[in-house]
């Protein structure tokens, strides 16, 4: 899916966008999820660029991943939503819950450093 996801940014023209800012929340436009990352990485003063994608974008990437999963035959196995998506230092990370998951393993803060969103 990484994989996937990866060219469809790069299709949407947003890899100089990961690339140049350190911190970057992919999102829908109006997704209440995408406030929820912005604020935990405010919070630990991270300032996120913010992108919205268009409502086509995520239908196509909606598509692509049901899809995968039928034919990979895990359609039925309960997935995390596909977006927001977030970049750290140029590196996916992935969605809000995995973005949640590294914070709780205190592993968040070191990444925020070593990409230099944070000088704590």
Known sequence: MEQLLMVAIKEEGLIPIVERSMVVIIGRRGCHMNYVAQRLLEKLKAYPTMHEVSEEFVVRMTFMRILGRTLRGDDKILAA???????????LVGGLDRLIAIHIAGKLIPMLKEAGAIWL
């Open 81 to 91: 939503p596909l977006f927001p998506v977030i970049f750290i230092g140029g590196k």
